[in-house]
């Protein structure tokens, strides 16, 4: 088996036990990204010298006796909306074009801590607001499944370096499906923890009550190896949970007999595509099989999460991106030089005709935002700034939080009966490029399965049960309440014994 | 609160105050910069205060305990859950485009603070609507020179911790909102709150105000309320809301125009000129568009917690002024001189006043003697030379008849340049106390050599013998001037 096959779990042993040195590993991953990134365009920065010489040091603390790290000399692909100071972050805008953090995302230090490779920063949707990754300021991202068709999104260029075999692992961020849509469309496993299981420090917000990091990998015991790592309190992000860390890897084995899992009859209505349904009947035969039993379970108010989840975001969107005006960092619209000499004349407190901008301050932020923020992005801002504006708060946002708690009620109603709910991750299999980008309210529908997770705060997990006749990648998603990671990981490792979809991997040219 | 119109103005002026109030932390509210005012800009900063992506807000607990304390002096009620919330607008010193402040609940509400004219001209309590936390945002600074627009921005105050305080309109002239705004800042300088600096901007004021006109028929006229804002000390407070009665009450007579009619109007105080000026419309027109932060949890306050807060508040200026003048019968204004000078000096003055035992005298000493050699000196009564001992000895002396009381300040003087123990003193200056008998040879002498004024004297003029004190002292500056009179009449009587 070539290196950039195998699992994370098995290079961190071969590393450990010397049979593989880091700098072979990172040189393979590092080399494979070469070899195929131009097909894929997975990747916004490639940290080939300092990830060399990351390996070279972890090989000579290994070589010298000394101690090495959880994840010593793996490596990793991060999302581009997580900081790091040794690479651009740009959360793919043109905004943040060449913007460099004066810190690491606590996500980046532990990983670093644990003496894990960053090799790379990964393609998104920009500032993770799309399920396509077509709304990229640097291109979208191909499906190593077929070049022509989406990824999915946000974490789009995660979930596509994870499949092409040209990072291990990766870690993304989930808003309302960003890690478990491209997963399930990419054929690998994406978690997303309960909110406050990860620390958010560093990671840059979207939606800051459902932003939530997460591992993808190929498989659940990968994503329960680098979970383990990431996860846990920060004092440094006050959402943070003080709720200890389990060995996630450690319990992974425990069989799944008496396990109930949930089955959501409106999930199987309008829209869900046939072979996307016959997939994922056949994991709960599957996981009948193994032990568990399914149960009807109804979530009342799921038909609400779409307009509730694209209320919320917006909302949050609309001022967490106020700060990229232009006046600090980021993208700053040229001077025009005309009305500028009019500001000279100590005119700059009147308004200024030309233009009908209040004052050239206001030209400014006005103009850098223009140009710095892509569509998608402005659609949003305008719709939450809309929604929070005097007289709207009540029939929109306000309304929409008493919407979420219903939701989070469904959800804890539904658990009382089942431990798990399984489903769909999106309604159909990777689209076309293009295929939606003229209806945004097509493309917001592809989060249908998925908001719901967010807007309770629970977990929920992604992996492949099946393929289409055209050989695209079915995904499954599981849902648990909140820090059922142990057992979301459990039931998709017990899964993933059973099956072989997620060994499967894409031919890709050469 | 009636309004009727005082008899000196055609109307009553009606005043409520929005007071910022910068909290003495030793760093930021949401991150752990330091607050020292001062500092190079730009350099008391971190990913979190500058607004930097990713970068997310931490409350910092002791600013929540001092504005509790704060809030507890103001008999407010304090709310038993709090949250924070989101005010948006862009300005280049709001890095992140919105300020973390609190909207429909407040930590603390319904509150009161009486304040009254120290010579008892009027007395009043004002009602607190409010009080909030919120984060300060940062400075910018204009530089227009040579016609070149150059702005540059500090972020070295972005984040510092801010109370906003918001009293109803209960004031009803510019003189009580100075005296009101003074008994704000005591109190909150005692409470440790605030060092409530104007001029190094950790205290604000704006001040919202408006005329209640009584027409010829008894109606009641309201004129638009005007916010004024860029007041620098209480006085120019005092000035501008002066001026914008004034201005108010010819603009109504002008046109009439009443509360309702237009907008509410911002006006910028203009200290040099002594004028207020029209600000832009413009912000009134803005929606900040609240909305609850979500980086930062509720904050849930306990019972216990309180009572913490208060059992570590300390006596308050109101209770301490009436505790002073009941404890040691001293009238309210003495006690109000006092207690205007911080608690350290109120200290220093109940140790005196115990040693003496008598408060009325070692008012008199802190007022004459103390209060006007720190004036002098400058300085704070913590680095005081003297200490209460040493004056309260002073005292005893003069008590016990050993020199008089200008004598003691000379003591008091000498004790102060030199150091040296009030005992020492006295006796380098040659002070001993006169004896009997060597008081009586000297008014024998006085006598003797003064025939006109024991002959007064026996006349029935015994202010005469006043005459011979002066000789007296002359002859030996220990002597006691009453001991010197009464002696001198007593031997004239018996002749």
Redesign the interface.
């Known amino acids: 088996m070539t290196i950039v096959a195998r699992s994370a779990v098995e290079l961190v042993a071969a590393v450990r036990t010397g049979e593989l040195s880091a700098t072979a590993c990172v040189e393979a991953f590092l080399g494979r990204i070469a070899a195929v990134d131009g097909h894929v365009n997975a990747f916004l920065a490639v940290s080939r010298e300092r990830a060399l010489e990351q390996a070279a040091a972890i090989d000579g603390r290994r070589a010298a006796g000394r101690p090495l790290g959880s994840l010593a000399g793996l490596p990793v692909a991060v999302k581009d909306a997580l900081c790091t100071t040794d690479m651009p972050t740009t959360c793919a805008s043109k905004m943040l074009a060449g913007y460099r953090p004066p810190y690491d995302a606590e996500v980046v230090g532990r990983l670093r801590r644990a003496d894990a490779v960053i090799v790379g920063k990964t393609n998104m949707d920009e500032f993770a607001m799309g399920g396509s990754n077509e709304n990229s300021a640097f291109g979208p991202v191909r499906n190593p499944w077929d070049l022509s068709r989406t990824p999915g999104g946000s974490s789009g260029g995660s979930a596509a370096c994870v499949a092409a075999d040209m990072a291990p692992v990766a870690i993304g961020s989930d808003t309302g499906g960003s890690i478990r849509q491209p997963a399930g469309l990419c054929g690998i496993t994406g978690l997303k923890p309960t909110y406050g299981r990860i620390s958010r420090r560093g990671l840059v917000a979207f939606a800051s009550s459902l932003d939530q990091i997460g591992p993808m990998a190929r498989s659940a015991a990968d994503c329960a190896l680098v979970l383990e790592t990431i996860a846990g309190h920060d004092p440094g992000d006050a959402t943070s949970l003080g709720d200890a860390v389990p060995g996630y890897t450690t319990l992974l084995d425990e069989p799944l007999a008496g396990l109930r899992i949930g089955r959501v009859k409106t999930h199987f209505g309008p829209g869900l595509d046939p072979a996307v349904a016959e997939g994922v009947e056949q994991a709960f035969a599957t996981f009948e099989a193994a032990g568990a039993t399914i149960h009807e379970v109804e979530l009342p108010h799921a038909d609400y999460g779409i307009p509730t989840y694209y209320l919320i975001a917006p909302c949050e969107a609309s001022s967490n991106l106020a700060r990229y005006d232009g006046a600090h960092y980021g993208h700053r619209a040229k001077p025009d030089g005309g009305h500028r000499a009019a500001a000279g004349n100590g005119r700059q407190h009147e308004p200024a005709a030309a233009g009908g901008f209040d004052s050239p301050l206001v030209e400014m932020y006005c103009r850098s935002r223009a140009e710095g923020f892509g569509p998608e992005v402005k659609r949003r801002i305008m719709l939450g700034t809309y929604a929070l504006s005097a007289g709207y708060y009540d029939a929109f946002y306000a309304k929409a939080l008493r919407v979420r708690r219903l939701i989070q009620q469904d959800y804890l109603t539904a658990f009382q009966s089942v431990d798990l709910i399984a489903g769909p991750v999106s309604p159909t299999p990777a689209f076309k490029l293009g295929e939606k980008t003229g209806d945004p309210l097509a493309m917001y529908l592809v989060d249908m399965y998925t908001v719901g997770t967010n807007l309770a705060g629970i977990g929920g997990i992604s992996f492949p049960c099946g393929f289409t006749p055209t050989g695209l990648p079915i995904g499954l998603q599981l849902q648990g309440p909140a820090l059922s990671e142990p057992l979301l990981l459990r039931a998709a490792h017990r899964y993933q014994q059973l099956t072989e979809w997620h060994i499967r991997r894409p031919a890709l040219p050469a | 609160m009636t309004s009727r119109p005082a008899a000196s103005e055609p109307y009553t002026t009606v005043i409520g105050l929005e007071v910022h109030v910068q909290l003495q932390t030793r760093t930021k509210l949401f991150c752990g910069c330091p607050t020292t005012f001062g500092a190079a800009p730009n350099t008391q900063v971190c990913?979190t205060c500058?607004?930097?992506?990713?970068?997310?807000?931490?409350?910092n607990r002791q600013a929540f305990a001092l504005a509790l304390r704060a809030a507890l002096a103001l008999n407010c009620r304090i709310a038993t859950f709090t949250k924070w919330d989101?005010k948006?607008y862009?300005y280049?010193d709001l890095?992140?485009?919105?300020q973390i402040s609190q909207y429909d609940l407040p930590f603390s509400a319904d509150g009161w603070l009486e304040a009254a004219d120290p010579k008892g001209a009027f007395a009043r309590r004002v009602g607190i609507i409010r009080v909030h936390l919120e984060e300060d945002a940062g400075k910018s600074m204009h530089d227009?020179a040579a016609?070149?627009?150059d702005s540059r921005?500090d972020l070295n105050r972005a984040g510092t911790p801010l109370c906003e305080i918001v009293t109803q309109p209960d004031l009803r002239s510019p003189q009580e909102a100075r005296v009101w705004l003074n008994e704000l800042k005591l109190l909150l300088v005692y409470l440790g709150v605030s060092d409530c600096n104007m001029q190094e901007g950790s205290l604000r004021v704006d001040a919202n105000v408006n005329l209640h006109i009584l027409r010829p028929d008894g109606s009641l006229a309201k004129t638009p309320i005007v916010e004024i804002k860029n007041m620098n000390s209480f006085r120019s407070v005092e000035r501008a809301l002066a001026y914008e009665a004034s201005r108010q009450w010819e603009e109504w007579q002008a046109t009439g125009a009443e509360l309702g009619s237009a907008p509410k109007q911002t006006r910028g105080w203009d200290d040099p000129a002594g004028v207020t000026r029209g600000q832009?419309h413009?912000e009134e027109s803005s929606?900040y568009?609240?909305?609850p932060e979500?980086?930062?949890?509720p904050v849930t306050v306990s019972a216990e917690q309180i009572a913490e807060v208060r059992a570590g508040m300390g006596e308050p200026p109101g209770e301490l002024r009436a505790r002073l003048a009941d404890r040691w019968r001293i009238s309210d204004y003495d006690a109000d001189v006092l207690v205007n000078q911080g608690r350290d000096l109120v200290a220093w003055f109940e140790a005196l006043a115990t040693l003496t035992d008598d408060g009325k005298v070692a008012s008199n000493w802190m007022q004459q003697d103390v209060l006007r050699t720190l004036n002098e000196r400058g300085g704070t009564i913590a680095g005081f030379p003297v200490t209460p001992t040493a004056v309260a000895d002073i005292i005893g002396r003069i008590t016990r008849g050993e020199f008089d009381t200008s004598r003691g300040r000379e003591i008091f003087a000498a004790v102060l340049e030199t150091g040296r123990s009030v005992a020492d003193v006295v006796a380098a200056m040659g002070i001993a106390a006169v004896g009997d008998d060597e008081l009586e040879s000297l008014c024998r002498e006085l006598l003797a050599a003064n025939p006109r004024i024991v002959a007064d004297v026996q006349g029935g003029k015994e202010q005469a013998a006043s005459g011979l004190i002066g000789q007296a002292k002359k002859k030996n500056p220990n002597v006691n001037p009453a001991r010197v009179r009464e002696k001198c009449l007593d031997l004239i009587r018996r002749g």
């Open positions: 990913p500058l607004g930097l992506p990713g970068s997310l807000p931490v409350m989101r948006n862009f280049p890095p992140k485009g919105y227009e016609g070149v627009a921005i832009r413009k929606d568009r609240y909305f979500p980086d930062l949890v």
